[in-house]
Each structure stands twice: as structure tokens, then as C-alpha cells.
């Protein structure tokens, strides 16, 4: 139902009723722009009723959100600590500093640059820093889970670059380092890149070593999705042994949204310049002052547990979705993420994505390379960060099916049996709310 909000509204008499931390906080949105604020309660009141399984997203602290909204927003800071284009950068300065340094001791790297605006933006810089245009690169073709920097055509990578795509064994679903060695050697490109935005299995990164190591190639990790399970030690570190590691700071990671790189020192300053100001202006000294927040609080044993309950949740739920009849990709997940093949239940990603809308269950579609068509991609990120463990995500496996299969049971796909499904949802999620209420 749509928020309506009354502009300069006189105080409800009595206390108020409980609301989220983050409704709170905008309260001061809600006095000056009545109608920005609604937007704003909308997407809180929705994040709140809906169970939020798309891999990527996650449920940043109040701490991350109360920095993403300081005063370190006014700043300008183009360059870095020392040696800004801008006067006043000293405190600014500082929180870079902050940032820099928990990266560092969280991921056990040599250099950390923190500046990235996103994930794009940060392996844009790594390509930057090791490659010239026209260079030959080897990296997970698109149809397996590869990214659009790893060479799509409407992306800069695939523009700039000339890419080779290797993929996966068609029948168990795994990488084939065997296909990545030989095409390595038949290519002899200038950097591999290892990483997907949609492979649930560990990435066996001394083996990309190996294979870059022998044909003399750089090797880039693009890290994005489970560098927050590396942060809890709930999945292998990259850091050892790519000369260079792209990662987003939200999704598992849990901080704002934003990028970041880790390489050794040899690669420090040509990353640096890649950054700013080969591809950046000004850095976002509030997003940078949120990033070095998310990264002390990884740095906590209650992180390690999360981080491992995350990949406890993912597995439980493949189990769940393997017994309701749904093909799951490489038969289960390392990870925070799992994609599933819905065709055995009927229906291809995108109708079971629709039908997961209509019943409060947020996914995401995504390829799948033995199957026609896409498949869905669910992670548990977020539902973990709001406290369901094992038990709720064999629950959150009979609602999914129940509602890919809506058309399919005669009076399951009718409006009442939507509704219901629906409201099974909300009381789910409503049992764990992303953020505590205040009076």
C-alpha cells in the first residue's frame, strides 16, 4: 500500500508508533521534501516486507548509514591523503587513512585503494593499471556467469579489449581448468581474470595462478561476490595469489555500495593513478568514511559467524529447492549464492522470477549453460544479515515453489491463493526485521 504522507503534518497525540531506525532518520527528508521522503519509505517499508534474496544485495548496519549521510558528503577530495587538489582535506584525510589500513588487515594486503565508486569502476581501473587497448584477455565467457567487464560488447571491456571466453564442464556445472589452460596457451593473453557474478563453487585460485604463470599473463581476481565470505573466512582469499583484486564493498561485505582494490606493492601506484586520475575524479569521502565502518565491523568475530551462516543458509536452501524438484547448478553451493533451473517445475527464469514477485520473494534471472533460456539466481546475504538460519530457508524453499508453480494447480494460481502466499511471506519476514525499531 502506497505511504501517504501529509506535508507539515501537527505530531500524532500520544507516543509514537514504533518505526525503523531508518524511517526515523528521515524524518528530517519528510519535513523538507514530503514527496522524496515517501519514495524513501516506500523502498524501507518494501525492503522490510519482502524476502530479499537477490545475490548481490545485503542490509548495510545503522553505523554504515549513518556514515553515508555525515558531513564528509560536502567534501571535496580530489587525489589522496597528502596530496589532495583541495584545501581542508585533513580530516577527510584521516577516514581515507581509516580505510585504507582495515582493508589491508582484513584481506592481509600488501595495498588497498578504496576509491572505486563500484565494482566496474574498480576492475575499469585494474585494466587500466595492466592493459592496453587492444590487449587479448581470458576471462568467464557471458553465458557461464562471466560479468559485462569481462568482455561484453555494450561494456568498455569488450570494446577496448579482445576478449576469450572459457566456460564451464557441461555436465557437472564446474569450471574447466583444463579449457582455461588450453585456451590460455592458445590465446597467450595479457591477464586472465577469474571470478563470476554467478558461480556458486569456490574459484580454485592457485590453479589460475598456475595457468597465468605459464603463458606470463597478469591474473585479476574479480571478487565482487565472495569477498565478504573472505573477509569471515568463510570461503579462500584471492589476495595470495592474483597480482591484482577487484571487489565491491556491499553484497556479502555488507558496507555501502562502492568498490575497492587489493594488490601487492609492485602494482600499488600504477593502480593508484588507474584510479584517479586515469578513470576518477573526486573521491565520496562519506562512501569512503562507510567503507572503513563495514570493514571494522568484518573485522569481528560476530562477522565470522554471519559470514558462515550465510553459506549454511545457501546450502539449505539449494536442498530445499533440489527436493521441491528445481535443478540446482553444479548440485549445490560453497558460497552465498546458488542458481537453480525452474524448467523441471514448467516455467523458465523470467515467469518464475514474475511469479516470485508477486509473492514477495525478490530474485534475480541469470544464465544457465545447460539449460534453454535463464535460470534464477538467489543468495542469503541479507536474509542471514536479519537473523533466519537453516530452518527459514527450508520454509523460504516451499514458498518459492509454491510460487513458481501458481498456474500449474489449478486454484493455486488464483488471486486468493496469491494473496495468501503473499501473506505467508510478510509474517516470514516480519518475524526479522532488517532493522531495529525506535520509539
Given at each position: 500500500m502506497p505511504v501517504?504522507?501529509?506535508?507539515?503534518?501537527e505530531?500524532?497525540?500520544?507516543p509514537?508508533?514504533?518505526?525503523?531506525?531508518?524511517?526515523?532518520?528521515?524524518?528530517?527528508?519528510?519535513?523538507?521534501?514530503?514527496?522524496?521522503?515517501?519514495i524513501m519509505?516506500?523502498?524501507?517499508?518494501?525492503q522490510a516486507?519482502?524476502l530479499?534474496?537477490?545475490?548481490?544485495e545485503?542490509?548495510?548496519?545503522?553505523?554504515?548509514?549513518a556514515?553515508?549521510g555525515?558531513p564528509?558528503?560536502?567534501?571535496y577530495a580530489?587525489?589522496?591523503p597528502?596530496?589532495?587538489?583541495?584545501?581542508?582535506?585533513e580530516l577527510?584525510?584521516?577516514?581515507e587513512?581509516?580505510?585504507?589500513e582495515?582493508?589491508?588487515?582484513l584481506?592481509?594486503?600488501?595495498?588497498a585503494?578504496?576509491?572505486?565508486?563500484?565494482?566496474?569502476?574498480?576492475?575499469?581501473a585494474?585494466?587500466?593499471?595492466?592493459?592496453r587497448?587492444?590487449?587479448t584477455?581470458?576471462?568467464m565467457?557471458l553465458p557461464y556467469?562471466?560479468?559485462l567487464t569481462?568482455g561484453?560488447?555494450?561494456?568498455?571491456s569488450g570494446r577496448?579489449?579482445?576478449?576469450v571466453g572459457?566456460?564451464v564442464?557441461?555436465r557437472?556445472?564446474?569450471?574447466?581448468?583444463?579449457q582455461?589452460?588450453?585456451?590460455?596457451?592458445?590465446h597467450r593473453?595479457k591477464?586472465?581474470?577469474?571470478g563470476?557474478?554467478?558461480?556458486?563453487?569456490?574459484?580454485d585460485?592457485?590453479?589460475?595462478?598456475e595457468?597465468?604463470?605459464?603463458?606470463?599473463?597478469y591474473?585479476i581476481?574479480?571478487?565482487?561476490?565472495?569477498i565478504?565470505?573472505v573477509?569471515?573466512?568463510a570461503?579462500?582469499?584471492?589476495?595470495?595469489?592474483?597480482?591484482?583484486v577487484?571487489a565491491t564493498?556491499?553484497?556479502?561485505?555488507?558496507?555501502p555500495?562502492?568498490?575497492?582494490?587489493?594488490?601487492?606493492?609492485?602494482?600499488a601506484?600504477?593502480?593508484?593513478r588507474?584510479?584517479?586520475p586515469?578513470?576518477q575524479?573526486?573521491?565520496?569521502?562519506?562512501t569512503?568514511?562507510?567503507?572503513?565502518?563495514a570493514f571494522?565491523e568484518?573485522?569481528?568475530?560476530?562477522?565470522?559467524?554471519y559470514?558462515?551462516?550465510?553459506?549454511?543458509?545457501?546450502?539449505?536452501?539449494a536442498?530445499?529447492?533440489?527436493?521441491?524438484?528445481?535443478?540446482?547448478t553444479?548440485?549445490?553451493?560453497?558460497?552465498?549464492?546458488?542458481?537453480v533451473?525452474?524448467?523441471?517445475?514448467g516455467?523458465?527464469?523470467?515467469t518464475?522470477?514474475g511469479?516470485?514477485a508477486?509473492?514477495g520473494?525478490?530474485?534475480?534471472?541469470?544464465?544457465?549453460?545447460?539449460?534453454?533460456?535463464?535460470?534464477?539466481?538467489?543468495?542469503?546475504a541479507?536474509v542471514?544479515?536479519q537473523?533466519?538460519?537453516e530452518?527459514?530457508?527450508?520454509?523460504?524453499?516451499?514458498?518459492?515453489?509454491?510460487?513458481?508453480?501458481?498456474?500449474?494447480?489449478?486454484?493455486a494460481?488464483?488471486s486468493?491463493?496469491?494473496?495468501?502466499?503473499?501473506?505467508?511471506?510478510?509474517?516470514?519476514?516480519?518475524?526479522?526485521?532488517?532493522?531495529?525499531?525506535?520509539?
Amino acid at each position: 500500500m502506497p505511504v501517504v504522507i501529509e506535508p507539515h503534518a501537527e505530531p500524532h497525540p500520544g507516543p509514537r508508533p514504533a518505526r525503523s531506525a531508518p524511517e526515523a532518520a528521515l524524518d528530517v527528508v519528510r519535513r523538507q521534501d514530503p514527496e522524496m521522503a515517501e519514495i524513501m519509505l516506500g523502498e524501507a517499508r518494501r525492503q522490510a516486507d519482502n524476502l530479499q534474496l537477490i545475490a548481490a544485495e545485503n542490509f548495510t548496519s545503522p553505523a554504515v548509514l549513518a556514515a553515508l549521510g555525515s558531513p564528509l558528503a560536502n567534501k571535496y577530495a580530489e587525489g589522496y591523503p597528502g596530496a589532495r587538489h583541495h584545501g581542508g582535506c585533513e580530516l577527510v584525510d584521516a577516514a581515507e587513512r581509516v580505510a585504507v589500513e582495515r582493508a589491508r588487515a582484513l584481506f592481509g594486503a600488501e595495498h588497498a585503494n578504496v576509491q572505486p565508486h563500484s565494482g566496474s569502476s574498480a576492475v575499469l581501473a585494474a585494466y587500466a593499471a595492466l592493459l592496453r587497448p587492444g590487449d587479448t584477455v581470458l576471462a568467464m565467457g557471458l553465458p557461464y556467469g562471466g560479468h559485462l567487464t569481462h568482455g561484453s560488447p555494450v561494456n568498455f571491456s569488450g570494446r577496448w579489449f579482445d576478449f576469450v571466453g572459457y566456460g564451464v564442464d557441461a555436465r557437472t556445472g564446474l569450471i574447466d581448468y583444463a579449457q582455461v589452460r588450453h585456451l590460455a596457451r592458445t590465446h597467450r593473453p595479457k591477464a586472465l581474470v577469474c571470478g563470476s557474478i554467478s558461480y556458486p563453487r569456490h574459484i580454485d585460485y592457485a590453479a589460475f595462478r598456475e595457468i597465468a604463470d605459464d603463458v606470463g599473463a597478469y591474473l585479476i581476481a574479480d571478487a565482487a561476490h565472495p569477498i565478504g565470505l573472505v573477509a569471515g573466512g568463510a570461503a579462500p582469499s584471492p589476495v595470495p595469489y592474483a597480482d591484482v583484486v577487484c571487489a565491491t564493498t556491499h553484497k556479502v561485505l555488507r558496507g555501502p555500495r562502492g568498490g575497492m582494490i587489493l594488490c601487492g606493492a609492485e602494482y600499488a601506484e600504477r593502480v593508484d593513478r588507474a584510479v584517479f586520475p586515469f578513470t576518477q575524479g573526486g573521491a565520496q569521502m562519506h562512501t569512503i568514511a562507510a567503507k572503513a565502518v563495514a570493514f571494522g565491523e568484518a573485522a569481528t568475530p560476530a562477522y565470522a559467524t554471519y559470514a558462515h551462516q550465510v553459506v549454511a543458509n545457501a546450502r539449505a536452501l539449494a536442498e530445499a529447492l533440489a527436493e521441491e524438484g528445481f535443478g540446482i547448478t553444479t548440485d549445490g553451493t560453497d558460497t552465498h549464492l546458488l542458481t537453480v533451473d525452474p524448467t523441471p517445475l514448467g516455467v523458465d527464469g523470467r515467469t518464475a522470477r514474475g511469479r516470485l514477485a508477486a509473492a514477495g520473494v525478490v530474485v534475480d534471472t541469470c544464465a544457465l549453460p545447460s539449460a534453454d533460456g535463464r535460470g534464477v539466481r538467489l543468495g542469503t546475504a541479507a536474509v542471514t544479515t536479519q537473523g533466519m538460519r537453516e530452518g527459514e530457508m527450508g520454509r523460504a524453499g516451499a514458498l518459492i515453489a509454491s510460487a513458481v508453480r501458481e498456474d500449474a494447480q489449478g486454484a493455486a494460481g488464483t488471486s486468493t491463493a496469491r494473496g495468501a502466499l503473499r501473506d505467508t511471506v510478510r509474517e516470514l519476514v516480519g518475524r526479522f526485521p532488517p532493522y531495529p525499531t525506535v520509539s
